[in-house]
């Protein structure tokens, strides 16, 4: 190492690794662009500028000067600490140790190590550094030049310049543009508006003012700047702004509520800064995963970046801070619902896919939350703080297909809810945890279709050849017919079939339009299927006993009428079932449309014959 004192070489000397081999390094796998060139020479300016406020309390300004054609270099100055000669030397032998690895094993904590490493990330934009410093600890200037090529001169030189440092690049052909005006103008702001020391750009006419005060840092004193700054984050006004602090890093900064939902899957993103310099626009591990409703722009001091300084070091600490910011946003919703229930209500509306997932991982917020998400009911959408003041005891259907099926035979003196859509099973379930006095019960098709009461013992007669005569008819719709009575008397039919045989109908469709690879492996599927049910595996027509057509069906002598009847009740319950025509079906509904319209209208001269198969 270069001792105090000693004389300073001006000879041409070698880097003692290979510098291309190190540029590579950084523009490749450390930092994801060369565009951070700025943001290293800004930092290495702001802690020369900290560093000699403890030495007399002076400086404060950095000013930049973009490469133009007048002239031909860019230039970054600063009146901070400065550098003496045996410094320069320290340096070279940071930036000149015998491996990669050495250079990047730096604390760059360690000022010189923090200074070597912002001067490498340089040669990805420069062919030629030059640095002209002066310290404020005394000593004669000195000046440092570089070269892309892998070798470096120091010398002490006899112009006395200010106190402080100057760094001078002359472009790399492929590199000019980023150290132009216009693209200077855009780093300086991008990663040092909010810096505590002053910024300029120099520009024809006057000069730029970079900084400016941090909205989101002391908010009490300017809370539309705060809002504003969040509009600009999200594209639009945020529903609320939460305060986030963790006092033991330094850490503190603002949540800002989305008034929208996000697209599904997406994660929270933190705009993180450290020292008030931009580490990255999207941090994913500042705050909790479940934290996806608010967007977060956060400052630290105390947090480690990693080598690359464009994201976090996973610590401790960070872990710390992650906790602690995410109870600040819970604590925002808790007191929200007890002092402003009607906005936790429209910030529910908004999140509630999202919340309902938060609730299964969250029991503390569960508790409070859960009461204000809504289910949908055979009564309706409903919330659920309503829903178990109202039915101590609720049933479920698992599928949208059961819902809908059971729905519809589902007395009205009973709840029962839709768990299909995403989560709401998941959530149903967790009710007996959360509200100690409610019970749930899962239904399905088969088991609610148990239930029915069949037709009275005086009409069972009638009731059973009903069944085997509409049987019949429905036989090429490979569909069965039961005979039930239903307390609706205005529901004429029901489709009925239970998740295994609605899959059975998706393979057989599936069927008709592949080829013969893949219908072999679908009818292996249904082999294999059948073999493990007892049951006939057939979807069910359920014909209403107290509907008085199902009543009048029993009478009709004609089989023409009865079956064009029976076929339309069959479309008619697919219809109100939700279910998919098939091209079958809806030949089957516009031919049994027809022929009933002749026969009511008597048109002479038409004979309809009765077949099954139609």
Known sequence: MHQEGAPVSAEVQQFQVDLRGVVDLLSRHIYSSPRVYLRE???NARDAITARREVDGGGGHIRITPLTAENGEFVLRDDGVGLTASEVADLLATVGRSSKRDIFDLPRSDYLGQFGIGLLSCFMVADTIIIRSRSAHGGASVEWTGSSDGTFQVAEIDEELPIGTSVHLAPRFDADELLRPAAVHELATTFGEFLPVRVTI????????ITRTPPFLDVADDIDAAVGYGRSLLGAGPLDVIELSEPATGTRGLAYVLPYAPPPGARQTTRMYLGRMLLSERVDDVLPDWAFFVRAVVDSTGLAPTASRESLVDDAALERVREQLGAGIRRWVLELG???PHRLAQFVAIHEVGLKSL???????????????????????IRIGDLVERYPHV?????VDEFRQVAGISPSSEVLINGGYLFDADLVRMLPELYPNVTIEQVDVTGELDRLDPPPLDDRDAAVALEARAGAVLASADCSVVVRSIDRPELSALYVADPEVLRAIDRTRTKGITGALWGGVLDKIDQTRSLGRDDDLRARLCLNWSN????????????????????????????????????????LMTTALSDLVSLSAGVEGDTIPFDETR
Do not use: C, K, M, N
């Open 338 to 340: 007890l002092r402003e």
């Open 41 to 43: 020479l800004l930092q």
């Open 359 to 381: 609730v299964r991982h969250d029991p503390e917020l569960a508790q409070f939350i859960t009461r204000w998400l809504t289910l949908e009911t055979t009564h309706g959408t």
């Open 395 to 399: 049933r479920y259907a698992a599928s």
């Open 202 to 209: 120099d520009a024809p006419g006057d000069d730029i003012e």
């Open 548 to 587: 008085r057509v199902v009543r009048a069906l029993v009478r009709v002598q004609d089989d023409a009428v009865f079956a064009r009847t029976l076929q339309l009740l069959y479309i008619q319950a697919l219809l109100a079932g939700h279910h998919p025509l098939t091209d079958a079906d809806r030949g």
